[in-house]
């Protein structure tokens, strides 16, 4: 069972920056590639970019392209995602998750692991 979990989620205003992390109970991230989803109110969970456990490949939703990036540090058993030029509709809870393969996926269901998430608002 691997734990995650995600910080760095807050209030912030329209253009501002944020960056979560997510971190694992034991030093197993790098075994994973980890992808972000977010989930607005009354809306599915989406993806928005994800990271194989190398940290060589990478994936993102047209939506945040440009403006948001994934890192990893598997030394700091830590993923990271930059989000620049915030917009309110950004506003959700951001969960990260392990991925079946090593690679990016942008389909939920083949994650195996999810943090609790944490909450990005976003005010105009």
């Known amino acids: 069972q691997v734990q995650l979990v995600e910080s760095g989620g807050g209030l912030v205003q329209a253009g501002d920056s944020l960056r979560l992390s997510c971190t694992a109970s034991?030093?197993?991230?790098?075994?994973?590639?980890i992808n972000w989803f977010r989930q607005a109110p009354g809306k599915e969970r989406e993806f928005v970019a994800g990271i194989s456990w190398s940290g060589a490949g990478t994936d993102s939703a047209d939506s945040v392209k440009g403006r948001f990036t994934i890192s990893r540090d598997n030394a700091k058993n830590t993923v990271y995602l930059q989000m620049n030029s915030l917009k309110p509709e950004d506003t959700a809870v951001y969960y990260c998750?392990?991925?079946?393969?090593?690679?990016?996926?942008?389909?939920?269901?083949?994650?195996?692991?999810w943090g609790k998430g944490t909450l990005v608002t976003v005010s105009s």
């Open positions: 034991e030093r197993t991230l790098s075994r994973y590639a």
């Open positions: 998750a392990t991925s079946l393969l090593l690679t990016p996926e942008r389909s939920a269901h083949n994650m195996n692991y």
